[in-house]
């Protein structure tokens, strides 16, 4: 069974710039959550999709969006990118809303020069 | 801020020693804490769970404590090996508004000595 994947692995982008981070959950999971890892900190909520809906949203200002679509595969898009953007960018998918048990893809890394 | 942080930024222990991770939180209504394990270049990966109404729950290897009472959360690994070295997450759930939100710990490394 295939876990999280995560496209594309690494991404080089300069200032101003935008882009979409693409996200596959396992089979059968309907919820995806997306997270932001600077290096040497933990993991910061952004968004949670369930059903297609949009269930929550953390303190990362409107150039974060995200959407998720009718196969339950999700992407996440960042306008104007700024170097602070700079991250790997996890996603996650669990079995339903209430999110436990997240099983994580190996995420996007994401350098802002 | 964070409400959800760690001792010990990094943890060194023999191999074949128990390593005790620990972790404070701050938020009392959350009802749910997991622990996660993070190797380089790979995304967190679950070890154990626990709900806020137990106080302790044992895996493979692996016990999560819960004190409610101080706000503190502990992840025990019995008999650590080599493939134990990593980064070690505590995460809590709080939810509102019908959502539920994982907010994590900056982590703790864990260093095994062979």
């Known amino acids: 069974d295939a876990g999280v994947t995560q496209s594309p692995t690494h991404l080089i982008k300069t200032r101003g710039q935008h882009v979409t981070l693409r996200c596959s959950p396992i089979s059968g999971h309907k919820s995806v959550s997306w997270y932001q890892q600077v290096l040497g900190q933990g993991p910061q909520f952004i968004f949670q999709?369930?059903?297609?809906?949009?269930?929550g949203r953390g303190n990362f200002p409107d150039r974060f969006s995200a959407r998720q679509f009718p196969n339950y595969s999700s992407e996440l898009n960042v306008n104007a990118l700024l170097l602070g953007d700079s991250a790997l960018y996890l996603c996650?998918?669990?079995?339903?809303?209430?999110?436990?048990?997240?099983?994580f893809g190996s995420g996007t890394q994401l350098s802002v020069l | 801020g964070e409400s959800v942080g760690l001792h010990l930024p990094t943890l060194s222990v023999q191999e074949g020693d128990n390593s005790i991770i620990n972790c404070a939180y701050s938020n009392s209504a959350s009802d749910y804490f997991i622990w996660y394990k993070q190797e380089s270049g790979k995304g967190p990966q679950f070890i154990i769970d626990i709900r806020s109404n137990m106080d302790k729950r044992q895996g493979q290897r692996v016990t999560v404590l819960l004190n409610k009472t101080v706000k503190h959360l502990s992840l025990q690994i019995a008999a650590t090996q080599p493939g134990d070295s990593a980064v070690y997450f505590c995460a809590e759930r709080t939810e509102a508004g019908g959502y539920q939100k994982v907010t994590f710990g900056i982590g703790t490394k864990l260093q095994v000595i062979p």
């Open positions: 996650a998918s669990s079995l339903d809303r209430v999110g436990e048990k997240l099983f």
């Open positions: 999709y369930y059903e297609k809906e949009e269930r």
